[in-house]
């Protein structure tokens, strides 16, 4: 009875690997057992004295949910990846008035003038703002660097402790480079999304979510 038990949790992984889910267990000091469906994860988070048999059962009834569920998160998360390019392209794009930190700007420059004006006016303020937000975050960048990235805003090598920031924020108002900021050196604490690592974001910077929807199109004109 005991094998047939633990096999649960064995078949369970089996079900929702055909479907593209990896599971994810960990144990934590936490009363319940709590559920989060990601991209091609589920994440589950049980008590500490809970036995392979009873995660086993439980994850068991949450498969079909999971699998259901799926294609509704891989949709919204192609959503959200859709608009933070979109903004990207917007901001790289010859056609748009010139932005510096969110203002028009009185005069035109070609794609590459655009580039070299957006590093230097970048370069020239990250200093203080990395000196601003890094006692608040508590924690330190070894090194910062420039990227003309398409995808995303801003990377972190947590292990080289190497910040990358796209050199298109200048474009926004600059209090969404400082979220960026805040956001990877966040990741010096939290490598992943977890819930932890979005309650460190939001401690450091309580406005966060504003500027992260801007950057992700979630609103109309820039103000």
């Not at 960990?26 to 990601?38: E, G, H, M, Q």
């Not at 903004?87 to 010139?98: E, H, S, V, Y």
């Not at 805040?182 to 932890?196: D, F, K, P, Y």
Request: include cysteine; charged fraction near 20%; hydrophobic fraction near 40%.
């Amino acid at each position: 009875m005991l094998q047939d038990k633990t096999s649960i949790l064995t078949d369970a992984k089996a079900r929702l690997a055909q479907a593209g889910i990896e599971l994810q267990l960990s144990k934590k000091r936490v009363k319940n057992i709590n559920f989060r469906l990601k991209p091609y994860t589920l994440m589950v988070s049980v008590p500490r004295f809970i036995s392979s048999a009873q995660i086993g059962q439980v994850v068991a009834k949450r498969v079909p949910w999971a699998i259901a569920s799926h294609p509704q998160v891989l949709e919204q998360y192609q959503r959200k990846q859709q608009r933070s390019s979109d903004a990207l392209n917007d901001a790289a794009n010859n056609d748009n008035p010139l932005l510096l930190w969110g203002k028009a700007q009185p005069f035109v420059l070609n794609h590459e003038e655009k580039i070299t004006y957006y590093r230097q006016q970048l370069s020239d303020i990250m200093p203080a703002l990395f000196e601003k937000w890094q006692p608040i975050v508590g924690a330190s960048a070894n090194e910062i660097r420039l990227k003309k990235m398409h995808t995303r805003w801003g990377s972190c090598n947590t292990r080289a402790r190497r910040i990358w920031l796209s050199v298109y924020l200048p474009a926004y108002p600059i209090e969404c480079t400082e979220y960026v900021i805040v956001h990877e050196l966040c990741h010096l604490h939290h490598a992943n999304h977890s819930r932890a690592f979005w309650q460190t974001v939001a401690t450091a910077m309580p406005d966060y979510q504003r500027w992260h929807n801007v950057l992700a199109g979630k609103t109309g004109q820039l103000d």
